[in-house]
T-cell receptor
């Protein structure tokens, strides 16, 4: 079991560029989510999905898109990168029922810098 | 609305001494509470969780936390710190009616001196 994997580990973008952060899990988890981590602010939920074909917004969704075409994959798209999106991004997954009763498994993170 | 306040951004202890990381929360509903740990350049790992069962919760690596509703607190403790405990710790809350919406505290960085 690889658990939750994220690629790339590091990325530098210029303002206005677009890119996709990849997230995959091999635990057959229904629930997946994306967080961003900024100093002193903990992790903030960007988008989440409770199953293939179903996504919803979290606390800070602006500037990001997601889709969930398969159970395994949950990519995060930055449409037009801005310096305010410089952050560390974490993908997480858990069994159905969401975070309340089930442990969330986190990926190793993607460190994104927008110049 | 819900929120989490971790009262110390940094805590420094000597190896072998007790650890106390403080967390206060607010929630409109009976909350579930978690502590996660993040070692340098790693993802987050669940230490322990409270979901309205016993108020004293034991987690991995000798950590435990006590849910005190009257004080709206969920402080994390360990009797004796180990060098490997040096990491960042996050207190997390979710209301029982919205299990997918985790709210994280700002984090406490624990440093352990030899």
């Amino acid at each position: 079991n690889a658990g939750v994997t994220q690629t790339p580990k590091f990325q530098v973008l210029k303002t206005g560029q677009s890119m996709t952060l990849q997230c995959a899990q091999d635990m057959n988890h229904e629930y997946m989510s994306w967080y961003r981590q900024d100093p002193g602010m903990g992790l903030r939920l960007i988008h989440y999905s409770v199953g293939a074909g179903i996504t919803d917004q979290g606390e800070v969704p602006n500037g990001y898109n997601v889709s969930r075409s398969t159970t395994e994959d949950f990519p995060l798209r930055l449409l037009s990168a801005a310096p305010s999106q410089t952050s560390v991004y974490f993908c997480a997954s858990s069994r159905s029922g969401g975070a309340l009763y089930n442990e969330q498994f986190f990926g190793p993170g993607t460190r994104l810098t927008v110049l | 609305a819900q929120s989490v306040t971790q009262l110390d951004s940094h805590v420094s202890v000597s190896e072998g001494t007790p650890v106390l990381l403080r967390c206060n929360y607010s929630s409109s509903y009976s909350p579930s509470l978690f502590w996660y740990v993040q070692h340098p350049n790693k993802g987050l790992q669940l230490l322990l969780k409270y979901t309205s069962a016993a108020t004293l919760v034991k987690g991995i690596n000798g950590f435990e936390a006590e849910f005190k509703k009257s004080e709206t607190s969920f402080h994390l403790t360990k009797p004796s710190a180990h060098m490997s405990d040096a990491a960042e710790y996050f207190c997390v809350v979710t209301p029982n009616n919205a299990g997918n919406m985790l709210t994280f505290g700002g984090g406490t960085r624990l440093m352990v001196k030899p």
